[in-house]
């Protein structure tokens, strides 16, 4: 079992910086790749960055060259560092981790992931 817990969302305004962290404990020995989910009311949960085992990072096309995904492995970390905020990345951000193999085409797919944070909130206003 992996217990996840994320912290660092927030209020700011557009063009704004915000820095969300996500600790885990328990068997995170045996996990593949991480990811940064974020879902907005009414709509479905959408893959933000992952990053697999070997350190190959993938984003979607909303936030490339915006957000950084990075994991600290001696503290059980993972760190998603947001940039130049939109009000449209106004969403609950959900960190997540798989303990089964990922593949490259599957790494922002919600089906991927068998372990879930509880959600913080990041509201990005115009």
């Known amino acids: 079992q992996v217990q996840l817990v994320e912290s660092g969302g927030g209020s700011v305004q557009a063009g704004g910086s915000l820095r969300l962290s996500c600790e885990a404990s328990?068997?995170?020995?045996?996990?593949?790749?991480w990811a940064w989910f974020r879902q907005a009311p009414g709509k479905e949960r959408e893959g933000v960055a992952a990053i697999a085992s070997g350190g190959s990072t993938k984003y979607t096309d909303s936030v490339k060259g915006r957000f950084t995904i990075s994991q600290d492995k001696a503290k059980n970390t993972l760190i998603l560092q947001m940039n130049s905020l939109k009000p449209e990345d106004t969403a609950m951000y959900y960190c997540?981790?798989?303990?089964?193999?990922?593949?490259?085409?599957?790494?922002?797919?919600?089906?991927?992931?068998?372990?879930w944070g509880q959600g913080t909130q990041v509201t990005v206003s115009s």
């Open positions: 328990g068997s995170t020995y045996n996990t593949y790749c």
């Open positions: 997540a981790v798989s303990a089964y193999g990922c593949a490259w085409w599957s790494l922002l797919r919600p089906t991927q992931y068998n372990y």
